[in-house]
């Protein structure tokens, strides 16, 4: 059974659309997290969420908008999309208390805004 | 605040010689590190996890990693490269004591390429 599972695994779409991504962990965790890996491969964390809260929010753009419906789901929406939107979007879990910061990580979903 | 520098972009090893891929850290207090590994068109995998117990830390798949606060560095090594190991390394700090939620801080990544 797969941990962390995003889906779609690769989006290939048009400037200006509206798209998603969804993610779901069956790990029990708290915490989860949207981090962005760009063309050079840099990872950088996006948002984090711990219990349906948002707790790390970053300098991304407001068109970037997670969605925490319960603990065990965490989706991205990216409305009208940029060609620098295109990167590989991971989404990670973790537990709370000891531990908390060992990052389960999902298998990424590729996005590439033509 | 804290970041690692990665020191090589690409490593190139032999199948059968010894890997060594170096990060500096730098951090106002003691840090978590880690070594998360990417294998092509993968998620990312944690290596091994530094948090001040041990300095020399053993990880999955033989490799390791040895903190060395006097020359803040945590570099991962393992004895004897396979051809599975060629993969994306990414050396990672983790900020202080949180409750809830980490924003890990990732080197820029160091390429293994494994030769036959």
């Known amino acids: 059974d797969t941990a962390v599972s995003q889906t779609p695994k690769y989006l290939v779409t048009q400037m200006g659309n509206d798209k998603s991504i969804k993610c779901e962990q069956n790990l029990g965790h708290d915490t989860m997290y949207w981090y962005k890996q760009d063309s050079k491969k840099f990872l950088k964390i996006m948002f984090s969420?711990?219990?349906?809260?948002?707790?790390i929010n970053e300098t991304v753009p407001n068109r970037f908008s997670p969605k925490s419906p319960d603990k065990a789901h965490l989706n991205l929406h990216i409305n009208s999309l940029e060609l620098g939107d295109s990167a590989v979007y991971f989404c990670?879990?973790?537990?709370?208390?000891?531990?908390?910061?060992?990052?389960?990580f999902g298998a990424g979903s590729r996005l590439t805004v033509l | 605040a804290q970041s690692v520098t990665q020191l090589d972009s690409h490593v190139s090893v032999s199948e059968g010689t010894p890997v060594l891929l170096r990060c500096n850290y730098s951090?106002?207090?003691?840090?978590?590190l880690f070594w998360y590994v990417q294998h092509p068109n993968k998620g990312l995998q944690l290596l091994l996890k530094?948090?001040?117990?041990?300095?020399l830390v053993k990880g999955i798949n033989g490799f390791e990693a040895e903190f060395k606060k006097s020359e803040t560095s945590f570099h991962l090594t393992k004895p004897s490269a396979h051809m599975s190991d060629a993969a994306e390394y990414f050396c990672v700090v983790s900020p202080p004591n949180s409750n809830s939620g980490y924003a890990l801080n990732f080197g820029k990544g160091t390429s293994l390429l494994v030769t036959p």
């Open positions: 990670a879990s973790s537990q709370a208390g000891a531990g908390a910061n060992v990052l389960t």
């Open positions: 951090s106002s207090y003691s840090p978590s």
């Open positions: 969420y711990n219990n349906k809260e948002l707790i």
């Open positions: 530094y948090t001040s117990a041990a300095t």
